[in-house]
């Protein structure tokens, strides 16, 4: 028996996926089980697997709605690797940062680990612009949620 435990081998993960990838993994299993379209006529089709169905759409709905998904493409994402692989960031770090576009110094702070000590205050504002040129909307939206608060405490 101990001779059988021995031989499990943990595999590591090969690949990370952005939300951008995910959401358009989703996209293509509601095109190709015809989830996209609202009328019944395939009902047969659509009702082996409901939950699947019902998932696909809420997670689509999520990407759609809320966060940097909307305004990604893969230009835009790629261009952004690459101006984000002069800095020493893990593989890791440079996926949270697409999937969260953080856009102020605590945000930033929160997903690239030990940021103060690897990075100093120019390079960490340089990586702020660079997530900002990639994804200006996001920017505007803290800006503008940054003036409720304002509003809010007056």
Not at 50 to 65: C, G, R, S
Not at 75 to 86: A, F, P, R, V
Not at 98 to 117: F, G, K, M, R
């Amino acid at each position: 028996m101990a001779a059988l435990c021995s031989t499990w081998v943990e595999i590591e993960r090969e690949k990370l996926l952005s939300n951008f990838e995910v959401n358009q993994h989703l996209i293509e299993i509601q095109s190709k089980n015809q989830w996209l379209n609202n009328n019944n006529t395939n009902k047969k089709k659509r009702a082996f697997n409901p939950n699947l169905e019902e998932v696909t759409k809420q997670t689509t709905f999520y990407f759609e709605n809320i966060g940097p998904v909307p305004q990604q493409n893969i230009e835009n994402i790629t261009q952004m690797m690459k101006d984000l692989s002069k800095f020493k960031l893990e593989k890791i770090e440079k996926l949270q940062i697409i999937n969260s576009a953080p856009q102020s110094l605590v945000t930033l702070y929160a997903v690239i680990e030990e940021c103060d000590q690897r990075f100093n205050e120019q390079e960490i504002e340089e990586i702020l612009q660079i997530i900002q040129t990639h994804f200006p909307q996001q920017a505007e939206d803290e800006e503008e949620g940054e003036g409720e608060d304002q509003v809010m405490e007056e």
